[in-house]
C-alpha cells in the first residue's frame, strides 16, 4: 500500500556533510510523523530525528546542533541534513512514517535503509 524509498547515503570522512532524503508513495491520505532511525554494527536501532505534521522536530541528544531533519509534505518526503558528520555516526540510516492510508488505517512503514559510512 505504501512505501518508502531513501536516498542519499554513502562514505565521506569525519566532518563533512550527507543529506539523506526519503519518499513516501502508495495510497497515502496524510503522513503524521515521518522520522530517520540508525543502527551501527552490533548495535540496536536507535532514534536520530523525527518530524511531525505540525511542524515540530524531535532529536537524539547525540545529533543534536548537527542534523537537521526537514519536510516536503507535498511531496511526502523527508530530509536530513548531516553536518559535521563523526565516525561513530556510522550505520545504515532508516526512514520511518506514521501513514494514514486512503483506507484510513495506519501503517507504520519503514524503508530498507541506506549505508552511511564515516571515516577518520
Known amino acids: 500500500q505504501v512505501q518508502l524509498v531513501e536516498s542519499g547515503g554513502g562514505s565521506v570522512q569525519a566532518g563533512g556533510s550527507l543529506r539523506l532524503s526519503c519518499a513516501a508513495s502508495?495510497?497515502?491520505?496524510?503522513?503524521?510523523?515521518m522520522g530517520w532511525y540508525r543502527q551501527a554494527p552490533g548495535k540496536q536501532r536507535e532514534l536520530v530525528a523525527t518530524s511531525t505534521s505540525g511542524g515540530s522536530s524531535n532529536y537524539a541528544d547525540s545529533v543534536k546542533g548537527r542534523f537537521t531533519i526537514s519536510r516536503d509534505n507535498a511531496k511526502n518526503t523527508v530530509y536530513l541534513q548531516m553536518n559535521s558528520l563523526k565516525p561513530e555516526d556510522t550505520a545504515v540510516y532508516y526512514c520511518?512514517?506514521?501513514?494514514?492510508?486512503?483506507?484510513?488505517?495506519?501503517?507504520?512503514?519503514w524503508g530498507k535503509g541506506t549505508l552511511v559510512t564515516v571515516s577518520s
Open positions: 502508495g495510497s497515502i491520505f496524510r503522513i503524521n510523523v
Open positions: 520511518n512514517a506514521e501513514i494514514v492510508a486512503t483506507s484510513r488505517t495506519t501503517i507504520l512503514s
